[in-house]
């Protein structure tokens, strides 16, 4: 922690120190004055008004601010909440700042995800199919950026829940130490004069074209990373509760789960700098044509407009071959096709098709891939999907070409909550139980 220093004018400890005897000096002088001060005032007739009670308030005010403000924080020690077990590991870190206004609400939201995590039930059928492996609950935090006007700090949780794949989830909090509350977005949006479709919209140009993502896309950029660069930065609040402030930059961060990075890849940020957001509005980038890439891309949200097929054989006469869907999916899916849907494969494909679900015109979500592999050996294909969980996998070769599919780790989370849990079940059966039997009708010409 860094010591504060109070430095003390010499002119007040010139007056501490001489005592009584200079406080009589000065009330001598004092009266003295006043006596010269009267008699200036009898000769000319008028007095001297004193200073406004008002202004000498506002003085103090203003003095109480500066003494306020020096208080803030400038640095922080670690704090460790910990809690471990045969079957559980539970792991909570955070900065305390030693100043109230912002600790307070710190440890708070702290000490409840910690008593929240430890409640749980150890003797939960939730811990007899973890496979011996621990649940574990860890958040730890990034150096916490601080500033004269505010404290802005990005935590991640990795979540490990029975059998399933690890997780990790971000938790932001922005701080106004001028007036100590947290900061919402809105504020952020409203203070630089910009929106929330304005900020997606730069983020997925970021994405685009930004030299820090090149490694993920191809040169020049394919239809399916446009694509899934714009689904990504979909306008929607929930996926822009996190996010931090520097003196240069908002940065916005993209869920571990999304179609554009691979989960090793963890949550990715997009640093969007002030100069740029508050430049944007109708000079750098056109609205219309951001709509017709899209457009063009097929990208689609759930809930968005989107005619469904009725043909139940999907035939590619690019690469030959072809495959049966169940008479159940008649006038309930879609497919498009594009490039690069995933970058984890075992290697680049040549086309991804994309089969999704729609249920009365409206676009549900993803439910598999057929991705096209070429120039690959398919003993060596088979080897390397053979101890995959199930979200990836080997499906036929034929015509100097090989077929893996993928699919998605989730449903949309819409699909888990009313009016949506009735289409929730049937995604789930188009995944779990249709996709297994589409996949043995692949046939090559």
């Known amino acids: 922690m860094k010591k504060i220093y109070v430095i003390i004018p010499l002119a007040i400890l010139f007056l501490v120190m001489s005592g009584c005897s200079n406080n009589e000096a000065l009330s001598t002088a004092a009266e003295a004055e006043n006596v010269h001060q009267s008699e200036n005032e009898e000769k000319s007739g008028e007095s001297v008004e004193e200073e406004p009670e008002e202004v000498k308030e506002t003085m103090i005010e203003e003095e109480d601010i500066e003494e306020n403000l020096d208080s803030k924080p400038e640095n922080y020690e670690t704090i460790v909440l910990e809690d471990t077990n045969d079957v559980k590991e539970i ?3 955070y900065p305390h700042f030693s100043y109230a206004p912002l600790d307070d609400i710190i440890s708070r939201e702290m000490e409840d995800i910690f008593e929240g995590e430890k409640d749980v039930d150890e003797n939960d059928a939730f811990y007899e199919n973890s496979f011996g492996v621990k649940h574990s609950f860890i958040r730890t935090f990034e150096e916490p950026i601080i500033s ?3 404290v802005s700090v990005y935590f991640e949780d990795n979540v490990y829940y029975a059998a399933a794949n690890s997780l990790l989830v971000s938790n932001t909090i922005n701080f106004d130490l001028r007036n100590d509350s947290v900061i919402t977005l809105e504020e952020v949006l409203n203070e630089h004069a910009t929106s929330l479709d304005e900020i997606a919209e730069l983020a997925a140009q970021k994405l685009i074209t930004d030299d820090k993502f090149a490694e993920y896309r191809e040169d020049p950029v394919s239809d399916y990373y446009m694509e899934a660069a714009y689904e990504v930065t979909d306008p929607l609040e929930n996926d822009y509760n996190s996010f931090t402030l520097s003196e240069e930059a908002l940065t916005v961060y993209i869920p571990q789960d ?5 989960r090793s890849e963890g949550i990715v940020g997009v640093e969007l700098p002030w100069d740029e957001i508050e430049g944007f509005q109708g000079s750098s980038y056109d609205e219309e044509a951001a709509n017709e890439l899209v457009q063009e891309t097929t990208s ?29 999916w008649e006038g309930k899916y879609v497919v498009r096709e594009s490039e690069d849907y995933y970058d984890h494969l075992i290697k680049e494909s040549s086309k991804s098709i994309v089969f999704s679900m729609v249920e009365d015109g409206m676009y549900i ?15 060596e294909v088979e080897a390397y999907y053979e101890d995959w ?5 080997y499906i036929a070769a034929g015509n100097n070409i090989v077929l893996v599919y993928t699919r998605p780790g989730m449903m949309p989370e819409q699909l888990y909550e009313e009016p949506y849990i009735e289409t929730g079940n049937q995604f789930s059966q188009m995944v779990e139980q249709d996709m297994s039997g589409i996949l043995e009708t692949v046939e090559f010409e």
């Not at 999304?258 to 691979?262: E, H, I, P, V, Y």
Request: glycine share 10%; no cysteine; aromatic share 16%.
């Open 148 to 150: 004269s006007d505010f």
């Open 389 to 393: 969980p199930g979200f990836e996998g």
């Open 365 to 379: 979500g993803d439910l598999f891939s057929i991705e096209v592999i070429e120039g690959i050996d398919e003993n």
């Open 300 to 328: 689609y949200i759930f809930g968005e407009s989107a005619e469904a097929m009725t043909a139940l054989t999907y035939m590619d006469e690019e690469y030959g071959f072809s495959v049966e869907l169940p008479e159940s």
């Open 91 to 93: 792991t909570v870190e």
């Open 258 to 262: 999304n179609s554009l990075f691979a």
